[in-house]
């Protein structure tokens, strides 16, 4: 079983749609979740991290049901600029490291 | 700028050819790592460093090596050994008692 599990889409959703990818992790001890976003042919750049509590940045909102073991990320009101790669990730920290686990990511396409 | 660059983009390697890829930080950062990324695959750890002189294997270290003389720079070899080096390599960096990883541009590795 994969550490950290995604849909990997890809998600087609019209312009101006709602749109929200799940995250299933394996380990229950994780601490630090984010969602990283990724274009075609580039670096992962940081989107959001996920608290307890949820949190939102505009359009992008961020749940943690640490019960469930799963995140998700929603995003409202899609942009043709939202078309990328999301990817998940976990810190699983076992002693001594502290690495992040990456998904293998959701693809998320715009459509006009 | 403060930012990771890394050298070059692409990268050939012939058949039993070592090969350097470069990755600098101006970011002050004491932690660095090296990732692999395969098509509609997330990223796989090589190794990571968490100060100068001293780094650890990751995930899928075999076939590679790595050195640290300096906070900056944390260069990553591809040995023939490795017999599967395309893909596309990224670096991080993360700040002291900080968690988000910061990505450098990534180099492609194509295999002649």
């Known amino acids: 079983r994969k550490e950290v599990e995604q849909d990997p889409g890809p998600f087609n959703v019209p312009e101006g749609a709602t749109v929200a990818f799940n995250c299933t992790y394996s380990n229950s001890a994780s601490q630090s979740f984010f969602w990283y976003r990724q274009d075609c042919r580039k670096e992962p750049k940081l989107l959001m991290s996920v608290y307890s509590s949820g949190n939102e940045d505009g359009r992008f909102t961020a749940q943690l049901n640490r019960a469930s073991q799963y995140i998700s990320l929603l995003i409202r009101d899609s942009k043709l600029s939202d078309s990328a790669t999301y990817l998940c990730?976990?810190?699983?920290?076992?002693?001594?490291?502290?690495?992040?686990?990456f998904g293998s990511g959701t693809r998320l396409q715009v459509q006009p | 700028d403060g930012g990771i660059t890394q050298s070059p983009k692409y990268l050939f390697r012939k058949e039993g050819q070592n090969v350097t890829l470069s990755c600098e930080q101006n970011l002050n950062h004491d932690a660095m790592y090296w990732y692999r990324q395969d098509p509609g695959q997330g990223l796989r750890l090589i190794y990571y460093?968490?100060?100068?002189?001293?780094?650890q294997k990751g995930d899928i270290a075999e076939g590679y090596s790595v050195s640290r003389e300096k906070k900056e720079s944390f260069p990553l070899t591809v040995t023939s050994a490795q017999k599967n080096p395309t893909a596309f390599y990224l670096c991080a960096s993360t700040g002291r008692g900080q968690e988000t990883q910061y990505f450098g541009p990534g180099t492609r590795l194509l295999v002649l």
């Open positions: 990730v976990v810190n699983e920290t076992p002693p001594g490291r502290r690495a992040l686990t």
């Open positions: 460093s968490q100060i100068v002189n001293d780094f």
